[in-house]
């Protein structure tokens, strides 16, 4: 049985470039995984995933046009290593929960959907960000 895990989108990155500042410590943790583990995408991190391997200032030598954008993905779904999955049943509910803070930061929409996709989802979510797993009881921090 395959038991899954939610990275958010510095993860990725930092797993599928080379050139990424934590490259190394997402490796390292990477091949701490099992086989039966399997990680996990969702529309958000699919998209920005795409758009960040085309984006210049942060793929550097590693930029891709889209079509190498979805070559790199479709790598990371065919190799085994990754899935994609839909939005799970009851995300609504725990996206307005995990939104409903007092600060006007355009960033927390997109860390409490991340919470709220993997709280939805019986998901561990995996991320640098300590701000961020310090949000949800299942986060994986690795550190820098």
């Known amino acids: ?13 930092s797993l599928s ?8 410590i997402a490796w ?5 995984l099992h ?9 958000m991190t699919q998209l920005g995933f795409l758009r960040l391997v ?13 079509v190498g954008a979805w070559a790199a993905y479709d790598r990371w779904i065919t ?16 996206f307005r929960f995990h939104a409903d803070r007092k600060t006007p930061s355009p960033k927390e929409w997109g860390d409490s959907y991340l919470i709220a996709f993997a709280a939805a989802a019986s998901l561990p979510l995996v991320t640098f960000d300590k701000g961020l797993s310090q949000r949800y009881a299942r986060s994986i921090l690795l550190t820098k």
């Open 54 to 66: 085309t984006t210049q200032s942060v793929a550097r030598e590693e930029l891709v046009d889209q």
């Open 79 to 94: 190799a085994g290593g990754a899935t994609y999955l839909e939005e799970p049943f009851g995300i609504e509910i725990e």
């Open 35 to 43: 086989k039966q583990e399997e990680l996990a995408f969702c529309r």
């Open 17 to 24: 470039l080379r050139t990424h500042d934590h490259h190394a």
């Open 1 to 13: 049985m395959t038991s899954l895990i939610f990275p958010d989108l510095n993860v990725w990155m």
């Open 28 to 32: 390292a943790w990477y091949k701490t």
